[in-house]
C-alpha cells in the first residue's frame, strides 16, 4: 500500500475531483490519497465520487479554510479516462 | 445469455441528461456518465467563491446526477482542447460568446472516441428537439450526429420519435417505443418525467450551465481579448473573470475588485501575479490591478479601490500598494465619488 498526497488547494469543484480522479487512476487498490483542497464543495463531491467509483473516504480534517480528504483506493475502477 | 449492451451518457448536471440516462438504464442498459469540464461550467464556482452563498448547499450536479442514477461518472478535463471550440467556432456564436453548436459537436466527438475505446456500444445525449435555439433544432441535431462522427449512434432519449430511428433502435437493443417524443421549449413534460422517477432536488440552472451564454461574463472576455490583442486565455483567466467587480479606467489597464470576503480570499491567491492594493486605514476590498501602468495609473486605482472601501466619504484614505516583486509603499488619496465613476468603466 501507499500514500500520496493531491494537492488541489485554491482549485474549484470540479478540477480538486478530477485531481483525484487522475490520481486514483495511478493507483493500486488499497492505496491511499491524501487530497487537500480550499473549496468546501469537495465536502459534497468527494465523497459522492468516492461512492459512485468504488472508493471509499476516510478521515476529513479541517484547519481554518484548508480541508484535507483521505480517500481508500478501491478494487474496482481504474481506468478513470 | 444475450449481451449487456453498454452506453456512455453526457451527463451535465440538469434534469434532461439525467432523465435521458434514467430511460435508457429501464430498458436494461449499462450506462456510464461522462462530464466535460471546460473552465465555463456554472457548476458550483461563485457559490464556492461568494460568502453570501455559503449557506446553500455545495455540490456538483454532474456528480449529483451519477449518484442518483447509481453509475460511475468520467469526469473529463477538456480546458486545452476546448480554446478552439471558443476561439474558431465553425458554426459562429449564438447571443453572447456561446458556441453551442460547436460545443455540442465537440462534445458528443469526445464522447464517440471515449466509446470506442472503452468498448461502449453508443451515447446518449438529453437534448430535446426545438429546446434550445443553436444547438437543439430540427436543422441542427442532424449537424452534431454528422460533425461529431457519431452518425447512428447517437441516440437521443427524450424526443427519439421525433427523429429517425438509430442504430440501437434498429438493432433492438433500445425499444423506441419505450423512448421519448418530447420537443419544444416546454419543461412540464420532463418535470412529470421526473415525478415518475421520483427525482427531486435537481438542478434547474436559470442560465443555464455555461458562462459564456451570459452577456456580463461574454463582455470581459471580449475586453480581455481585445486590450490583449489575441483571442487566447488561460484557466486563471477565465476564472477571474467569474470574480469581484471589473473595471477599466484607461485602455491599458483593469481593476478586479472583491465584493465580499470570499472573493478577497479568492483573489488573494493570485497576489503574487498581479500589483494589488488594499485600503489599510478602513476596512476595504482587494484590487487585483491588470496590465502595465504609470504611477498616475496607480494613483488612480489606490482612489478607485479607496472609492470601494469603508472610508469612501473619508477625506483621504491609506491604500497599501504591492508590487509584484513583493515592495510594498503606502499611498494617501482621496477616494474617488460615485460620480467621477463612468458607468463605461464597468464591464
Known sequence: ?????????????????????????QCRPGDELQVLCTDPGVLHDIPVW???????????????????????????????? | MPTT????????????SLLAARVVQEQGIHVEGINFYTGFCVEGHTHAIRRQDRERPKRNNALWSAGQL???????????????????????????LN??????????????RWMEAHGFDFIITGEVVGQRPMSQRKDTMPVVARDSGAGDLLVRPLCARNLPPTLPERAGWLDRERLHAFSGRSRKPQIALAAQYGFEDFA????????????????????????????????????????GRHLRPRPNFKLIVGREEGENHFLEGYRKRFIHLLPSSHAGPL???DGTVNEDDILLAARLAARFSKGRDAASVTVEVNDNSGTLR???????QAADIPQDWYL
Open chain 2, 330 to 336: 503606502h499611498l494617501e488619496v482621496e477616494p474617488l
Open chain 1, 50 to 81: 468516492c461512492r459512485i467509483n468504488g472508493h471509499s473516504v476516510g478521515a476529513i480534517t479541517r484547519l481554518d479554510r484548508e480541508i484535507a480528504i483521505t480517500i481508500h483506493v478501491g478494487g474496482e475502477d481504474r481506468d478513470d479516462g
Open chain 2, 70 to 96: 447509481g453509475i460511475k461518472l468520467h469526469i473529463i478535463d477538456i480546458i486545452d482542447e476546448y480554446k478552439d471550440v471558443v476561439i474558431n467556432p465553425k458554426h459562429g456564436y449564438g447571443a453572447n
Open chain 1, 1 to 25: 500500500m501507499s500514500s500520496r498526497i493531491v494537492d488541489a488547494r485554491n482549485l474549484l469543484c470540479p478540477l480538486p475531483v478530477i485531481r483525484a480522479q487522475d490520481a486514483a487512476a
Open chain 2, 204 to 243: 434547474q440552472p436559470a442560465g443555464g450551465c455555461c458562462f459564456l451564454t451570459d452577456r456580463q461574463y461574454s463582455v470581459k472576455l471580449a475586453d480581455l481579448w481585445k486590450t490583449r490583442g489575441n483571442r487566447n486565455y488561460e484557466l486563471d483567466d477565465i476564472m477571474l473573470l467569474k470574480v
Open chain 2, 287 to 289: 484590487v487585483l490591478l
Open chain 2, 5 to 16: 449492451r453498454k452506453a456512455i451518457a453526457l451527463i451535465s448536471g440538469g434534469l434532461d
Open chain 2, 99 to 112: 458556441p453551442c453548436l460547436d460545443c455540442k459537436i465537440f462534445m458528443v466527438d469526445k464522447a464517440h
